[in-house]
T-cell receptor, first 114, second 114 residues
């Protein structure tokens, strides 16, 4: 059974500092890994999708890496801003699973202090 | 291009009642998945529909059911509501039926069971 873990559960940094968010998964037979952002009481916003054949993906200040062999992904957010305060979730889809099913980590709640 | 829409956004029901939630995917997307989010269990997969067929199902009791229409819109139904069904219900849509597709989430329906 695939398990996805995100540590730490919460993180507080001063504005301008780079953010490093970690995600680990137990089954390396994944199709892809997706990072999401969730604001309180809201839905999920897709940030980055990394296919299993890729090592990293970049979008603006965001960069996500994937190491399937070690079962890890890292999301880097450069020069954090107060608007980056949110919960960040990673999710994987498994090759063995039929169709679209994501297994989520518990999330990392980020607070960027002005 | 309109995103994923969910109606209603908020619902208050009492124990024993039933409820129907609706999800309209992004135009052209044929897969709709449903997730339940609670503070204690995080995000858990309910089921997925593709071309009007349920293709994948999570570990939820039979009180949770769903369907998909020919225009890809989907509904989920929860019968005999319990207090523990209080949660944010999210739906996600993706283009195709493969697990390597990026998924896009709606804003969610907040269900409160009294």
């Amino acid at each position: 059974k695939q398990e996805v873990t995100q540590i730490p559960a919460a993180l507080s940094v001063p504005e301008g500092e780079n953010l490093v968010l970690n995600c680990s998964f137990t089954d390396s037979a994944i199709y892809n890994l997706q990072w999401f952002r969730q604001d309180p009481g809201k839905g999920l916003t897709s940030l980055l999708l990394i296919q299993s054949s890729q090592r990293e993906q970049t979008s603006g200040r965001l960069n996500a890496s994937l190491d399937k062999s070690s079962g890890r992904s890292t999301l880097y957010i450069a020069a954090s801003q107060p608007g980056d305060s949110a919960t960040y979730l990673c999710a994987v889809s498994l090759i063995k699973a039929a169709g679209n099913k994501l297994t989520f980590g518990g999330g990392t709640r980020v607070l960027v202090k002005p | 291009k309109a995103g994923v829409t969910q109606t209603p956004r908020y619902l208050i029901k009492t124990r024993g009642q039933q409820v129907t939630l609706s999800c309209s995917p992004i135009s052209g997307h044929r897969s709709v998945s449903w997730y339940q989010q609670t503070p204690g269990q995080g995000l858990q997969f309910l089921f997925e529909y593709f071309s009007e067929t349920q293709r994948n199902k999570g570990n939820f009791p039979g009180r949770f059911s769903g369907r998909q229409f020919s225009n890809s819109r989907s509904e989920m139904n929860v019968s005999t509501l319990e207090l523990g069904d209080s949660a944010l219900y999210l739906c996600a849509s993706s283009w195709g039926g493969d697990s390597d597709n990026e998924q896009f989430f709606g804003p969610g329906t907040r269900l409160t069971v009294l």
